[in-house]
């Protein structure tokens, strides 16, 4: 039972990084359309940055958890300006264009900020300090759940959290939901189309960030290449969950990290990352517009 | 940042930028480049070490990026202001986004150069001559164009590819060992290029993992010669078959997607396959793969290691030249029709007798024959196989020839195959930035002509 407990604890942690990732893409697939393929590098850029913020940050004597808070907000604010230059770089001039330029576009961009971040910083495995601190009252279940994954759980709970809030409740969330549903009349209704988009970007990879600073502290090290495995995975939560659809994204990140899970306790752990890849192909066969999303001929 | 971007000048502005004004444009671009460094400030400057709690602070780099970008930033507003003082400044359509409105402006001015020659230069060239990147200066029109011009006799033509054969014979006998291996990757990247080719760019299916195929094929020679002893011939045929067998393995369930949806499925199998041949250590001896997989051997003889890599070259060379006059034939032939209808419109072409499963399964299955062709001659030459050669960016890689080529024309794929293997073989000293100015490449592709290079590919716009 204790077994099952870890896997699952285990689950949920990657699960809700994987939903902090899908968010991002989610987001910006229901307002343009578009796979964000770039949106893995912004995690590994975020991760890098918090990386490299933290380390700045230990020189001041701080305590841990304060570090760890001040790197992940460094991060996402970087990841955000990251995510809006890529946008105004290489979509923005191809709205309107095939459908096929701007994802060759991205996938451009996605080789571009990885070997950018191979010769800017280094090629080999980074270590990442351990920024969150031992729980006390946690010890007596360390073998079910780390004080690690619980400062995941609730980090992510609030950002999704504090994500629904905007999106709901403001003013610019309004707007992006206008402009999710109907860009041409979102823009014929005075919504300023591209802040909306830029906004979107800003959000989805700050988010991203933030996850990228999580999962470095949880597991320790990073590297350039890290975005594209974690970035295909939070796709795959995307699109189980129903793209376009935030809570569907949230919803397949915990489906995905407990299928991943589970099969590599239980079945072999060899092939963890097929499962996923598995698991993407036969929801699209199966059920495009996946779990929540609304079923649209158009897309699939 | 974005108010420059869309600020249009008044009319009837002058034409060279006085001294005010051009130090308007720097103070611009001087803010531009801040905020480029600042963006790029943590990972280009710093550089820390979490456990020996060091830090290494590297400013220069950051000096120079952003003097570069200044440097270039200000050379493109001068001349978008030269372009729209030549047009007659008008306003661009509000969907649009304003800056592609000025773009299209600029570059339509550009070809008034010559309208005489432009007509029959690349207007109606088709898929035989590719309008060049971006002509920038009247003389780089002028050139470019009569380049088209003369790509499209007939006589000029068939010249050219006589000269180019004639050279590629000559080429293995006059290099060294190494040279005589770069081109034989080449050839190889020229039978992937055609073979995605079909699969992307005349039936129009978007494929992200057609390295997979290309693993099958090299595999497949691998074990076959490992377990049952079978000679390059008679391998090379059936590991064709195996890939093309995968190919319709894989067409079957996705037939019914479209568009990215379909490119995220083949990029999940292309990973699949290459997780399986990872992980599979009985069948494949797992990440360190299979070694000494022989080079094909001309009637027993013994060849030696030049001889040997030069038999292969011209073996590449004539596979490359069939691929390209089959793809040649097969574009105007019944089916090669059938793919382009399907790609422009599957219901009309539905509705005009085509039968779309077989079509697409046709596509999908002769794309991997090709790959695995190409998988035979990949491992023939490294005489080594393991799953690392096989990875996403060699997919990419090869999308991108076909992209860089023009989806459909088959001159264009083999030069662009041969243009992004070669070129980055001889900037090796470059070698740490070829990727970075490889994805660099793509992005500005698409930016600067995605609307020609794309014209009539599938798809609705992105919204």
Redesign the interface.
């Known amino acids: 039972m204790d077994y099952f407990l870890e896997l699952f604890v285990s689950g949920l942690t990657r699960g809700s990084i994987y939903a902090l990732i899908a968010l991002g893409y989610t987001m910006v697939y229901g307002i343009?359309?578009?796979?964000n393929f770039a949106h893995g590098e912004i995690y590994m850029?975020g991760a890098?940055?918090g990386?490299?913020?933290?380390?700045?940050l230990?020189?001041t004597g701080l305590p841990p958890l304060a570090v760890l808070l001040l790197a992940a907000a460094?991060a996402a604010a970087?990841a955000a300006?990251?995510g809006l230059?890529i946008e105004?770089?290489?979509y923005?001039?191809?709205?309107?264009?095939?459908?096929?330029?701007?994802?060759?576009?991205a996938?451009?961009?996605?080789?571009?900020?990885?070997?950018?971040?191979?010769?800017?910083?280094?090629s080999d495995f980074?270590?990442?300090?351990a920024l969150i601190p031992e729980i006390p009252w946690l010890a007596p279940f360390a073998a079910v759940i780390g004080s690690a994954e619980v400062v995941i759980l609730l980090v992510t709970a609030a950002a999704m959290l504090g994500l629904t809030l905007f999106v709901r409740g403001t003013r610019t969330g309004r707007a992006m939901r206008a402009v999710a549903q109907d860009?041409?009349m979102a823009?014929l209704c005075g919504v300023d189309v591209?802040r909306v988009i830029g906004v979107t970007f800003a959000v989805g990879s700050a988010l991203a960030a933030l996850g990228g600073v999580l999962i470095g502290s949880h597991v320790g090290q990073i590297n350039f290449a890290i975005g594209?495995l974690a970035g295909?995975k939070a796709?795959?939560a995307a699109?189980l969950g129903g793209i376009g659809s935030i809570p569907g994204a949230v919803l397949g990140g915990f489906i995905l990290g407990w299928t991943e899970s589970f099969a590599a306790g239980y079945i072999s752990s060899?092939?963890e990352?097929?499962f996923a890849?598995?698991l993407?192909?036969a929801i699209?066969?199966v059920r495009?517009s996946g779990i929540l999303g609304r079923s649209d001929a158009?897309?699939? | 940042m974005s108010d420059d971007f869309v600020r249009s000048p008044p009319p009837g502005e002058n034409r060279n930028p006085g001294s005010g004004r051009l130090f308007a444009e720097a103070w611009n671009s001087c803010l531009t480049a801040a905020l480029f460094a600042l963006l790029l400030f943590p990972l280009v400057a710093v550089r820390v070490d979490a456990i020996e709690r060091t830090i290494a602070w590297r400013w220069g780099n950051l000096g120079w990026i952003a003097a570069a970008v200044f440097a270039i930033s200000l050379a493109w507003r001068l001349r978008r202001r030269e372009n729209v003082n030549r047009s007659t400044p008008s306003q661009p359509s509000p969907l649009d986004g304003e800056e592609n409105g000025f773009r299209e402006q600029g570059s339509a001015l550009r070809y008034t150069g010559s309208p005489a020659l432009e007509g029959r230069g690349w207007g109606a060239g088709g898929d035989a001559t590719k309008p060049p990147l971006s002509p920038r200066s009247p003389r780089a029109a002028w050139l470019s164009t009569a380049i088209g011009l003369c790509a499209e006799r007939p006589t000029v033509r068939h010249g050219a590819i006589v000269i180019g054969v004639a050279f590629a014979l000559i080429m293995p006998l006059i290099s060294s060992t190494y040279q005589v291996n770069v081109l034989t990757s080449a050839l190889i990247a020229v039978i992937l290029g055609l073979g995605l080719n079909i699969i992307v760019g005349l039936a129009g299916m978007l494929n992200l993992g057609y390295a997979a195929f290309t693993a099958v094929g090299a595999y497949a020679y691998a074990l076959l010669n490992l377990h049952f002893h079978l000679g390059f011939w008679a391998a090379l045929p059936a590991a064709g078959l195996v890939a093309a067998g995968f190919g319709l393995a894989l067409g079957f369930p996705v037939l019914r997607l479209r568009g990215d949806y379909l490119a995220i499925v083949t990029l999940g199998f292309g990973e699949i396959v290459r997780l399986v041949l990872e992980n599979w250590s009985a069948l494949t001896n797992g990440p360190s793969g299979i070694a000494n997989v022989p080079r094909p051997g001309l009637f027993g003889m013994e060849l030696g290691l030049r001889g040997a890599t030069i038999y292969l070259y011209f073996i590449s060379f004539a596979l490359a030249a069939g691929a390209a006059t089959a793809v040649a034939r097969l574009k105007n032939s019944r089916i090669g029709r059938a793919w382009v209808a399907l790609r422009e419109d599957e219901t009309a072409a539905e509705t005009m007798g085509i039968d779309r499963t077989r079509t697409k399964l046709a596509a999908l299955a002769l794309g991997a024959f090709f790959a695995g062709v190409a998988g035979v001659l990949f491992a023939a030459r490294t005489t080594f196989v393991n799953p690392a050669s096989f990875t996403f960016l060699e997919s990419a890689m090869v999308l991108a020839t076909v992209v860089l080529g023009g989806p459909g024309s088959v001159g264009g794929v083999v030069a662009a195959a041969l243009v992004l293997v070669l070129l980055p073989e001889y900037l090796r000293p470059f070698a740490q930035y070829r990727m970075l100015v490889f994805g660099a490449a793509l992005v500005l592709m698409m930016v600067l002509r995605a609307r020609r290079a794309l014209a009539n590919h599938p798809g609705r716009p992105a919204q």
Do not use: E, H, K
Request: with cysteine.
């Open positions: 343009l359309g578009l796979i850029i890098f940055t990386l490299i913020a933290a380390t700045l230990s020189w460094a970087w300006a990251w230059a105004r770089a290489a923005r001039p191809l709205r309107g264009a095939p459908r096929l330029a701007p994802l060759i576009s996938i451009g961009m996605s080789i571009l900020l990885q070997n950018f971040v191979l010769i800017a910083q280094t980074v270590s990442f300090p860009r041409t823009l591209d594209f295909i796709f795959t699109v060899a092939y990352d097929a890849f598995c993407l192909v699209l066969i495009p158009g897309r699939a």
